[in-house]
């Protein structure tokens, strides 16, 4: 049987180089997302088996998606969480409505699949994945709600590696830097006063390479993801993985 993982976040950026990569190599992949019909359309192409459309800041729309794939595929392997939003801005003029959606798709919907996974993946002994940010490794200027959401993200896993452990489930984060994805361009759209070009500048010098930066293309995320989920890496766990061309390696 081949195995199977759960995607959320299947329709963004690194969630569809996820699910390509895991397909490439023969596993099963069940999507979520917000967008019923791209779902469909996922579904259509062949690019994965079951897809449930779910806002799931809620832990019942998590425990649903989570129902619906086992009706759908009977078990389940990995479960990558790549959900996920960008709000930035001076934390006197945050809103409450922003703090909240940062928080809620962040950390409380990647908290409640976890917690609507772990009986299918203790029977598989799978692993979980979870997409943090550098922004959760160290502080990023403008950026305290999304680098507090990350930073949450980051050690949640690590808490949830010990608690899986003596059931043979792993549980790692993966920490990108700037990765070109919908996030990015958004981030740039919305926050850039109107000139994307001198928002994307600003990243890249933040990065050590200097002329030669470069943002992160979303399969070299997937492809640090599907080895995460590998037998062989059985003795990785707890790891929070950095895949930001040294960006929080220190300045
Ligand atoms: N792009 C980057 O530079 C970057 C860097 C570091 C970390 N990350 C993280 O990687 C993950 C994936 O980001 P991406 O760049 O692919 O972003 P993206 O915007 O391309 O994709 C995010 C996906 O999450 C889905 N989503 C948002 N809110 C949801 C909700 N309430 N319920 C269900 N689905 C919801 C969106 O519909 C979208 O398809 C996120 O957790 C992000 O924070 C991204």
């Known amino acids: 049987m ?34 019923a019909t791209g779902l469909a359309g996922l579904q259509a192409a062949g690019k994965v088996v079951g897809a449930h459309a779910a806002d799931i800041r ?15 595929t009977g078990r389940l392997d990995a479960l990558v969480n790549c959900a996920g ?19 809620d798709v962040n950390l409380k919907a990647t908290f409640f699949m976890c917690s609507a996974s772990i009986p299918a993946l203790r029977e598989s002994k799978g692993a979980i994945v979870n ?4 922004a959760g490794r160290q502080g990023n200027r ?22 899986l452990a003596p059931d043979g489930v792993r549980c790692n984060s993966v ?26 500048q600003e990243l890249l010098a933040k990065y050590p390479q200097g002329e030669a930066a470069r943002f992160i293309q979303p399969g070299e995320v ?14 990785i766990t707890g790891a929070d993985l950095a895949i930001d061309c040294g960006v929080s390696a220190g300045n």
Do not use: H
């Open 175 to 200: 920490s990108p830097g700037d990765v070109e994805t919908p996030m990015l361009k958004f981030q740039a759209e919305r926050y850039g006063n109107g000139d994307m070009s001198a928002y994307y």
């Open 85 to 103: 939003v960008w709000r930035e801005g001076p934390v006197e003029t945050f809103s409450e409505e922003d703090f909240d959606i940062v928080l």
């Open 2 to 35: 081949q195995p199977v993982v759960l995607i959320t976040g299947v329709l963004g950026g690194i969630g569809q180089a996820v699910c390509e990569r895991f397909a490439a190599s023969g596993w099963r992949v069940f999507g979520t997302d917000l967008d």
């Open 58 to 72: 809620k832990p019942g729309a998590c425990r649903e998606v989570v129902a619906a794939l086992l009706a759908s």
């Open 142 to 163: 403008n950026a305290a709600a999304y680098c507090a959401s990350k930073g949450a993200v980051t050690v949640m896993t690590k808490a949830l590696a010990l608690d």
């Open 131 to 134: 997409i943090s940010s550098d």
């Open 222 to 235: 997937a492809d640090l993801v599907f080895f995460l989920c590998q037998s062989s890496t059985r003795s």
